[in-house]
């Protein structure tokens, strides 16, 4: 896998999202990977841990989702943008602010998340591979028929966790080194 799909300090997400890769459809390093679509509710509804003791459709649960995710796309350097049925959100629900690392959509009235995915899936393949993740098998089947990659819910959150985890390894054995270096210098 190229190194450059990843930050410099990527090396265990990259390593992390090799198993994801390897379960996805096409050739991973034929091209970058551009970017990860998420279906938000699908994700949500797998992931109870994330927000317990919350409504799945409730604006604490979807701020904590887009918490994680802005988390490990830091990790990864991959953009990410995650898709919530607008419909599904009660009326006058804050929207969360996008960035173009982290980008939150909502479907329009008459338009399902999936409807969005998809659409962003086959526009954005011309520029490289793009993940899609969701447990909706049609919708699985769909990205992969277009070109993209397709990941489970199950999947992507263990990945997520795997990488999260490394990184909180990483920082505190580099702080455990700069607490030393430091007490050396005195």
Known sequence: MNSRYFNRDGFRAQRNLRFLFRRCAGNVDAMALVRILVDGYSLLHNWPQLAPRMARHSAAARNELIHVLTQYRDAIGTPITVVFDGAGAPAGTPKAQSTPELEILY???????????????????????????????????????????????????RTIESTLADLQRDLKHHNRKERQRFQRTR
């Open 107 to 157: 479907s329009r009235d008459g338009q399902t998340a999936d409807d969005v995915i998809e659409r962003a899936a086959h526009r954005l393949g011309e520029f490289g591979e793009v993940l899609v993740v969701t447990d909706d098998y049609a919708e699985r089947d769909t990205v992969l028929s277009l070109g993209s990659m397709a990941s489970s819910c199950l999947s992507f959150i």
